[in-house]
DNA sequence: CCTAATTGGAACAACGATGTACCAGAAATG
DNA sequence: CATTTCTGGTACATCGTTGTTCCAATTAGG
């Protein structure tokens, strides 16, 4: 051991709070997302390079990819919680909560990806409860019961899921087939309501070889 | 180089179709389906493991790793295509025949979860229309627009999207979950009835602080 | 029972990804 | 302008996966 110097100069371990390593974080941050949500196992160094940041730097900021995924996931529940504070979930009815909420996420764009690849992000809801948003997402939809906007039957977990699907779907709709992404979102908005709206009256009495009812009760 | 001998003995290349080979590769690849159906990502190691085969067997059916994933993606063709012929898609409403299709395509089991990961799958719908199934989705969904039991705002790839969409909800629902099949398989019909389904008379007339219809229509 | 087919294990080479150490150059900060 | 901070490249060690080779043991089938 040498005196008490400060040590020779090899520590990264004080993070000072600089506005030009908040900035640098910041970049690699959303290249990283960027990237992850393109291709959920690109490799550091292309993260890196996608970031404009030597690996070196990367490893500097992120010690273990590991420290990486967690920052991410970190962004990605900020902007869901910011996403879900802005839909005003505990205003309206049950389904024109979920109307805005769809909305917002959607307008996440890339992040959507990403948390689709991210499974402590799609099992675990651990996010949505959390912070302060005041009406979750459960409770949202356990108010479209009462309202009479969401199907009884549809217990609050598969509705998110439901939810989460359609969202999935658009998405993947939008990259691949280039559709426009309004066009998207309104098929998403309308699929969400028929798929856990009340029953309304039974389909097509278009009269024709079969009803749906027979269907239904197989 | 010895005489005219047939080749001193290392020799995979000619392969007889004996009994015992194709146990062996059906062994490989339904454990390869089974692994992969958890892990997409999967060591060879592991899936051998499971393969209860040597490392080395699985190589010598399979040299590259690309070949298995080949070999795999042929058995999901093959079994998405006779669950689509088991639906006889022609017969009966639109919506009906996408009720058995779903019917049979959830009943594949493990395989969705492949069918979910393997990109070579869900991209390209490229096993649907082939083989003799007489009767494609984008056929059943056009027949169901003029059903009247399928609106026809819905493209056939969006009807496409969101039945996949709702079946993966609902198996890993029932993966994680551990709703029993039976009630998963309801709600996934009941919520494509309406997602797809025709627009019906709009929700809720139970009379709240908010009608769908200024949703639907900003 | 005897032969050929089939298998499984060990050992090895190659590869890419990850993580670490070091140092010189660039950038910011005073 | 001088100094601290920050960066980026090179080089290196490590690890897990993949693919290959060889051989001994097992198994199937005539």
């Known amino acids: 051991m040498t005196s008490a110097a400060p040590a020779p100069s ?3 371990s004080p993070r000072p709070h600089t506005p030009v390593r908040s900035r640098t974080r910041k970049a690699i941050l959303e290249a990283a997302v960027a990237m992850l949500a393109t291709n959920p196992q690109a490799s550091l ?19 273990e990819r590991t420290d990486l995924v967690a920052g991410i996931v970190e962004v990605c529940v900020e902007q869901l919680n910011q996403a879900a504070g802005r839909a005003r979930l505990a205003e309206g009815t ?6 805005r909420l769809c ?9 959507l990806s990403v948390v689709f690849s991210e499974p402590q992000l799609s099992d675990e ?8 948003v005041g009406c979750s997402l459960s409770d949202t939809v356990r108010r479209g019961h009462s309202d ?27 990259a691949k087939a280039g559709t426009p992404k309004l066009t998207v979102l309104r098929m998403i908005l309308r699929s969400l309501d028929g798929a ?14 079969g009803n749906g009812r027979s269907i239904l009760s197989s």
Chains 1, 2 share one sequence.
């Open 10 to 12: 090899a520590d990264t």
């Open 45 to 63: 160094t292309e993260i890196a390079a996608a970031a404009a940041v030597g690996r070196t730097t990367l490893h500097r900021y992120f010690p």
């Open 94 to 99: 049950g389904i024109s909560a979920l109307h």
């Open 103 to 111: 909305h917002e996420y959607f307008a996440l764009g890339d992040l």
């Open 125 to 132: 809801s651990s996010w949505q409860e959390d912070s302060g």
């Open 148 to 174: 009479g906007t969401i199907d009884s039957e549809m217990a609050p977990d598969w509705v998110e899921g439901v939810l989460w699907a359609l969202l999935y779907n658009g998405w993947s709709q939008q």
């Open 196 to 209: 856990v709206g009340p029953k309304a009256a039974l389909v097509g009495d278009s009269g024709m070889e």
